[in-house]
């Protein structure tokens, strides 16, 4: 009797685990060319409707929901950023993802205008 109860504890652990490993959203990467806003934009309407403001952490991307968190990493430096997508754009070709000036600096790409980036962030989830 004791054997069965620690096979069926067993049984309902890895099941458990099996559940919390699935709920997880996968975690996609793109690579890319990043840029930033030049300072023309301030305070200008961003097409999520918000007041754009160079000293927060947002970005513009073509196609990921308002609202999402991108982990933004310079690929030639390692510096690393976290951003929300407010905005569309960019519409350069190459260019994968719009940061503002005070995401940028952090990055190291204020002196260069442009950088190698790869950006990650979780899929949403549809309901």
């Known amino acids: ?12 652990l890895f099941i458990a685990c099996l559940f919390l ?19 023309k934009f301030k305070g200008r309407r ?3 409707g918000e007041k754009f403001r160079q000293h927060k952490l947002t970005a ?7 609202g999402t968190k991108v982990k933004v990493k310079n690929l030639s430096n390692g510096h690393t950023v976290k951003v929300r997508v407010n905005d569309r754009g ?7 993802i719009d ?11 204020i ?4 950088a190698n980036v790869e950006i990650s962030y979780k899929k949403r989830k549809k309901f």
């Open 60 to 66: 513009a991307h073509k196609s990921l929901p308002f």
């Open 111 to 114: 002196q260069s205008g442009t």
């Open 90 to 96: 960019p519409f350069v070709s190459g260019r994968i």
């Open 1 to 12: 009797m004791n054997y069965i109860n620690i096979i069926i504890r067993q049984a309902l």
């Open 99 to 109: 940061l503002s000036k005070k995401a940028a600096r952090r990055l190291g790409i």
């Open 46 to 48: 961003t097409a999520s």
């Open 21 to 39: 490993l699935s709920a997880c959203a996968p975690r996609l990467h793109e690579r890319g060319g990043a840029s930033y806003y030049a300072d």
